[in-house]
Nanobody, 114 residues
Framework: QVQLVESGGGLVQPGGSLRLSCVAS????????MGWYRQAPGKQRELVAL???????NYGDSVKGRFTISRDNAKNTVYLQMNSLKLEDTAVYYC????????WGQGTQVTVSS
């Protein structure tokens, strides 16, 4: 089993920045890709960014050029640097990790508001 704990969410003004972190614990050996998804009220959960254990990345179209995903395998941690935040980035952000099956964190709220 893998446990994921996100942190770093909060309230930020449009144009601001936040950095999310997700720490994996438990049976972390051989974790494959890790990533961030988000879900806004009334909408489906969508991909924000993914990173493989080799460092290859993939981003959702709406965040390309503004968000950066990174990973520290020694710390079993994945980060999401979010810049130039927009009102529409408001959502609960979930971390996920793949190790045969998919594990999810509990989510962290990001609110972009003036």
């Amino acid at each position: 089993q893998v446990q994921l704990v996100e942190s770093g969410g909060g309230l930020v003004q449009p144009g601001g920045s936040l950095r999310l972190s997700c720490v994996a614990s438990g049976s972390t050996l051989n974790i494959g890709s890790m990533g961030w998804y988000r879900q806004a009220p009334g909408k489906q959960r969508e991909l924000v960014a993914l990173i493989t254990n080799g460092g290859s990345t993939n981003y959702g179209d709406s965040v390309k050029g503004r968000f950066t995903i990174s990973r520290d395998n020694a710390k079993n941690t994945v980060y999401l640097q979010m810049n130039s935040l927009k009102l529409e980035d408001t959502a609960v952000y979930y971390c996920n990790a793949r190790q045969g099956k998919v594990y999810w964190g509990q989510g962290t709220q990001v609110t972009v508001s003036s």
